[in-house]
């Protein structure tokens, strides 16, 4: 079954997208939110978000554990991850080693038996930021981007809410 | 007659790519500028733009009122707006509701008879801002795009003066 | 001999691509880098693109005189050329007219017999930068990209090491 990745910038209609592609396939759609609520403009976020999805779809929150979650919710309806960029973070912000993570869910995303939708976003495209930490956050993003879409099947890339087929 | 949403990033050939689609259409086209010639930098934009135009064109600067500026000068020629994301920092500045505004503009743009053109700018593909008024500001130009992409005919992405069709 | 374009954002898979292209011509190919070794930063990343490429290639550095290495290097293998973001930076430290540089390239690509693969950046899809200098690079750098775009035969725009066809 399908892994699809969905990229594009902030607002272009990525998960907008990501959420129709996921509700085509047959089956309970799963939602796993790599987002954790810890400020207020994040539960706003969240809770826009949900309502636009409706009732429709089994909610999880997983900020760091996308590879076991993948699995465990393997054999029913698609999983959509949204998104990678924020997972990323958390992975960062945990300590935890991304190519080694990204390494882990590439692994698993070519396991999977029902399908895969993930979101992720281009933070590569702006000015050349002056933080360092800045900098090496957009090329740690820029690189997992690019292991994803290796093992992806399709790569669309959103722009004003029209999908570009990238693969 | 179609409506035309060009968009990309700085200095990537959308506003002379938007002029030579205006031009393929019959009629005297309609410039309507949302910039205003509030210091330097801007008068010295506006004025190359204005240089490479020529004098083919009727001018106007409309910093807010684009909906009632299209129904003014429908009926003859393309007319091209150039650009959208002027435009909503020009509603923000005078507290205006881009929400409401980006409406009204859909629905004109949907009884206009004769051509429009819209130039429009990518501005959510670098790092996250630190500053939370430019993370508004990229969200609300983000959702802009949609709404007008999703009222348009044609959509194009342009890249080093080249047009990517996206609808 | 064609001359091929690869934009795209920070760590999008541009580099990997072009050498890809590079090395699909006969002959022993030449890496033109733009790049030099200043900091540890900059040390770290040529070190790593060398690891990547092997020694499968003649190495330049050449920070500004691109024309003269072009037409130096003809005849031969593809030169890959890494990259004008960079090149664009060195000729403005050097107080050098890009505008007249980037002409003098264009003309040295329009003679070249034997393929070039050139390499450059999307920096103008973020919010406006607050910095005037900032605002004044990513400008160069956009109206460079169009005119090398103007004279390649082919320009790819590459996302999460994916190539999208431009021209």
Chains 1, 2, 3 share one sequence.
Not at 60 to 79: C, F, T, Y
Request: aromatic share 4%; hydrophobic share 45%.
């Amino acid at each position: 079954m399908p892994i699809i990745l969905i990229t594009g910038g902030a607002r272009s209609g990525k998960s907008t997208r990501a959420e129709q592609r996921a509700l085509s396939f047959p089956g309970k759609p799963v939602y796993i939110a790599t987002a954790e609520a810890l400020d207020e403009e994040m539960r706003a976020r969240i809770a826009r978000h949900r309502a636009r999805r409706g009732n429709d779809w089994i909610e999880r929150e997983v900020p760091i554990e996308l590879a076991a979650a993948l699995d465990e919710s393997d054999g029913a309806g698609a999983r959509l991850v949204d998104c990678l960029t924020l997972w990323l973070s958390n992975l960062m912000h945990a300590q935890r080693d991304w190519r080694i993570e990204g390494d882990k869910l590439s692994a698993a995303l070519s396991r999977q038996r029902s399908p895969v939708v993930l979101v992720t976003n281009e933070v590569g495209l702006g000015i050349v930021p002056d933080n360092a930490l800045a900098r090496e956050f957009r090329d740690a993003a820029g690189l997992l981007n690019q292991v994803i879409a290796r093992v992806a099947d399709e790569v669309e890339f959103v722009v004003a809410g029209l999908p570009i087929r990238v693969k």
